[in-house]
Each structure stands twice: as C-alpha cells, then as structure tokens.
C-alpha cells in the first residue's frame, strides 16, 4: 500500500471493482442532477391559456393556418402573400368527406375541382370556411399544398 493520502480511496484489488465504483458515482450523479431539475407536468404550461380546448374551439376541423387566416383583417390578400391559390374571392382548400361516398354539403358557394376518393379539392369563400368546417360530411379542412395532383 502506498502512502498517498488518496491510496486508500482508489486502491482496489482488479480493475473490475474500479470500473463497477465509478459506474456507481456516475449513475448517482446523473440521478441527483435528473432529480433536482424541476419538469413540470404539463409541458405546454406556458401556453395553457392561449390555446383552447377542442371543445371550445369555433371550428375545430379547420387548419390552424387557415383558421388564422379567415380571422386577419384582409383575409383574401394574406392568402395571397402567403401563396394560396386565390381565384374569385375564393381560397383554394382539401375538403376530407367522412367517406368516398359521401356527397358535397349544400348550400356553399363553393367550386369544386378534382376528387379522389373522400378527397376534394374546392374553392371556398373565406368567410365560410368555419361554418364549412363545422358540417358533419367534413372531416378536416387542409391548406392547399396537400391537394390532389391534377
């Protein structure tokens, strides 16, 4: 045995028990530091109040973008800054039907082009795409870079 002050903390007999010592400090302190931070529950708590719930939302199946723009001041313009195909005041959207067979709502001023399946590509007015959104036959409402290739 050597004469270090420190000899009798790291004289061990075999490597093994030197690696299994330090494997244990480590573990211990990576436990201490993953235990004194603080992770709150919710990790969104920051921004609890700004979103609502999906029960109190206007118009849930709506594209957040799309929601968002229906409620700017110039809608139309926004759309097309932002790049939406904009053809008579109307933006163009993928409509999601609940089923391949299930048929258009009416009494929208809409312009439909292509369908495949529950898939319909349309041209809708701004101001009706929340209440469009809202129809049982909808199931979401996307933005136009998901519609169907001609």
């Given at each position: 045995?050597?004469?270090?002050?420190?000899?009798?903390?790291?004289?061990?007999?075999?490597?093994?028990?030197?690696?299994?010592?330090?494997?244990?400090?480590?573990?211990?302190?990576?436990?201490?530091?993953?235990?004194?931070?603080?992770?709150?529950?919710?990790?969104?708590?920051?921004?609890?109040?700004?979103?609502?719930?999906?029960?109190?939302?206007?118009?849930?199946?709506?594209?957040?973008?799309?929601?968002?723009?229906?409620?700017?001041?110039?809608?139309?313009?926004?759309?097309?800054?932002?790049?939406?195909?904009?053809?008579?005041?109307?933006?163009?959207?993928?409509?999601?039907?609940?089923?391949?067979?299930?048929?258009?709502?009416?009494?929208?001023?809409?312009?439909?082009?292509?369908?495949?399946?529950?898939?319909?590509?349309?041209?809708?007015?701004?101001?009706?795409?929340?209440?469009?959104?809202?129809?049982?036959?909808?199931?979401?409402?996307y933005p136009p870079e998901r519609t169907i290739i001609e």
């Amino acid at each position: 045995m050597k004469n270090d002050k420190f000899a009798l903390i790291f004289y061990l007999p075999s490597r093994i028990e030197k690696m299994i010592i330090v494997t244990i400090f480590l573990f211990f302190c990576a436990n201490f530091l993953l235990t004194s931070c603080e992770i709150p529950e919710d990790i969104n708590y920051e921004f609890k109040e700004t979103f609502p719930s999906q029960k109190d939302q206007e118009c849930p199946q709506l594209d957040n973008q799309l929601y968002q723009l229906t409620k700017s001041e110039s809608p139309i313009t926004k759309a097309e800054e932002l790049g939406f195909e904009v053809r008579d005041n109307k933006i163009q959207v993928l409509l999601i039907l609940v089923d391949e067979e299930a048929t258009l709502p009416k009494g929208f001023n809409i312009d439909v082009g292509i369908r495949s399946g529950a898939k319909v590509n349309v041209y809708a007015p701004m101001d009706e795409l929340c209440e469009l959104a809202n129809n049982d036959t909808i199931i979401a409402i996307y933005p136009p870079e998901r519609t169907i290739i001609e």
